[in-house]
């Protein structure tokens, strides 16, 4: 298969200030894994083109768009919410991050790639039309989605594994049941939204603090195997958040780095089913340097089929 490895040097660029976990060493410490375990020659790389106004503004309110752009700092950094900054490259890594996502969908449909993994930051899920949350400044998945449905696809479906709910990717396709979200996530936990949904295309698998391997693994194999089964999705991107891990204090969750590539073979298994192979994927959360090199090889690994 090829995998293509999509990112560009802005997004090592996006500055959050020193004590922030959302750093540029999170990019190191993958690409230096994906080194290690021998798995980067093996990639076919792509620089992220930009997301454009349009592509943007399908998920994002244009009045949003233009007060992120207003803000955006010559220098220095500014806070767009209680969690979110913005350095002078940080405008630019955004962009980018969601440009990726718009060129993966585009190598797999046009059979440039099977599948694809976007190494980018800022992350996106918890992005919402009109608001920055979390990290995430752009919902790339979302704009990913929207592109894909714009390029004449009718059923595309996210997989969301980030320990967090990814609940601006839900606000934005909540009404639009040609995208399906599947999400195992902990509960009660941050972002602290609602789970009730009268909306069958939003499927929830919530955990609970402490929950291991076992607990992560009969969730996925109950409710998203087989709500993505009865969708019969002809695309499949992943919010592929690591910090369920349990060596990543940004959550409490227990999971183990053979569990990513688990989950991630399973959405392979249906992606071969409805979508032809395609998977698009795209890194969220995962903050212990470490840990999230070791699990985002698994996922590459599975992503590839080896």
């Not at 930009?50 to 500014?78: F, M, N, Y």
């Amino acid at each position: 298969m090829t995998t293509a490895y999509i990112s560009h040097p802005a997004c090592l660029q996006h500055e959050t200030g020193s004590d922030h976990p959302e750093s540029p060493r999170r990019l190191y410490a993958i690409e230096d894994a994906l080194i290690s375990d021998g798995l980067m020659n093996l990639l076919k790389r792509v620089d992220a083109p930009r997301a454009t106004r349009e592509q943007l503004c399908r998920v994002h309110s244009t009045e949003s768009l233009d007060e992120i752009e207003r803000r955006a700092p010559k220098s220095g950094l500014v806070t767009l919410d209680a969690d979110t900054l913005m350095g002078p490259e940080s405008l630019e890594a955004a962009y980018r991050a969601a440009g990726a996502m718009v060129q993966g969908v585009d190598m797999v449909i046009h059979n440039e790639a099977d599948t694809v993994f976007c190494g980018i930051r800022p992350p996106g899920h918890h992005a919402g039309r009109s608001s920055t949350m979390g990290f995430c400044i752009f919902n790339n998945v979302a704009v990913g989605a929207a592109h894909a449905l714009i390029a004449g696809l009718d059923r595309v479906a996210i997989v969301d594994f980030d320990v967090h709910h990814g609940n601006g990717t839900e606000s934005i396709f909540q009404s639009d049941n040609r995208v399906m979200l599947c999400s195992v996530f902990q509960h009660p936990f941050y972002p602290y939204t609602s789970l009730v949904t009268d909306s069958p295309h939003i499927v929830h698998s919530p955990l609970n603090a402490g929950a291991y391997s076992d607990d992560f693994q009969q969730a996925v194999q109950d409710h998203l195997l087989p709500a993505l089964h009865r969708f019969r999705p002809e695309l499949i991107l992943v919010s592929a958040g690591f910090d369920a891990h349990f060596e990543d204090s940004m959550g409490q969750l227990n999971l183990l780095d053979s569990d990513y590539y688990w989950i991630t073979r399973k959405i392979m298994e249906v992606a071969a089913q409805h979508a032809g192979g395609h998977v698009v994927s795209t890194l969220e959360g995962g903050y212990e340097l470490h840990a999230l090199g070791r699990a985002a090889v698994q996922h590459r690994r599975a992503l590839m089929c080896i």
